[in-house]
């Protein structure tokens, strides 16, 4: 037995709060080997939770599999950079858990945490999936060894959400996103799908840039005690070039979030709605109606659904109770606007949102929201 070990760990809420369940994987560090499987349902609990139950899980494993160095591999980037001690743990939901994680860490000699794509994280993703599939139908996943998963009777789910006492119930201060679709590219004036393909703003887009920045000015909340915002886009060069005019009108500066990237639209790249009907009929129209489709060689709904659910917890527990500027895509907004709403998929379908427009929602930290602004765009008046 390997006494150098790799922890994979996952964990996924459906509704954030809502059923969740994790899965973690320890592994040969020199072969590959996997050598132990955790998965289990966890009832009613949010996307972190279920990450930092999915990391305990592992290293609990490792620990009884008489490891001595382990490393932790997740796709949380919250759990990692909080686990390392870069970030501080301010939900208090979430420090008994880090507490937990860090007293099994006594266990080892030494323990390292990489932050890693989530597509290399597919077989921890995979056992969480499992077990908050298991967990719907009635029957919840425990431990996988050499003699197989074992099953049992899955205690009924309740929902700790209390009913509102008022206009929303919501409690707490609140984390504002100003969200702003970046303005017009090439590829946006001829309607065609551009995801990941890096185009810059057209003249256009770069004047609609400008105007959106404007509004931004003076705007309550950008500005606390001498402190701008915190102004965070999506990678890509029109995004940032949207950002960048936002900093340049406030006197801000621009950080990046993967999370906040476009829709992979994989073969479709490049294509307009007609071309990718026309080339793969059925797949686009089975596409349209279920989210859970992606583009061939691309990313399903559902899974911009969870990139940017992880996305959105990762900037609330670095900025939490603060206004932040958030410059996306059409899709991301539209998924951030649709956690604000609790609606389902069918919602990407029906909302337009035009290019630099304004939408704004607000999560509170005991799981209420609010969406008070969608696709304004009177700054371009």
Known sequence: M????????????????????????????????????RQAGLGIATNN????????????AAAELGASTVDVRMDSKLAVEQMSGRWKIKHPVLKPLATEAHEVEQSFDRVSYEWIPRA????????????????ASGLAPLTKSAGGTTFEEAAPVKSDRTSPVSWTGAK??????????????AMSVERRYSGRTDVPLTELGARQAAAAAQRF????????????APIIASPLTRTMQTAQAVADAVGGRVETHPGLLETDFGEWEGLTFTEASQRDPELHRKWLSDS????????SFDAVHRRVGKARDELIAKYGGRTLVIVSHVTPIKTLLRMGLDAGPSLLFRLHLDLASLSIVE?????????????DISHLA
């Open 2 to 37: 390997s006494s150098h070990v790799i922890v994979e760990a996952d964990g996924g809420s459906r509704g954030n709060p809502g059923p969740a369940g994790y899965g973690a994987v320890v592994k040969d560090a020199a072969t590959g080997e996997v050598l132990a499987e």
């Open 217 to 228: 000015v003076g705007m309550d909340g950008i500005v606390v005690d001498g402190e701008v």
């Open 172 to 185: 707490g201060t609140p984390t504002k996103l100003l969200l702003l679709r970046h303005g017009q590219t």
């Open 49 to 60: 939770v279920a990450e930092y139950s999915g990391l305990i899980a592992g290293l609990r």
């Open 292 to 299: 859970s489709m992606p583009a061939p060689g691309g990313e």
């Open 363 to 375: 999560f509170y930290p005991d799981g209420n929201a609010s969406v008070r602004l969608v696709n």
């Open 120 to 135: 290399q994280n597919s077989h921890a993703d995979m056992l969480a999936n499992q077990a908050m599939d298991s967990q």
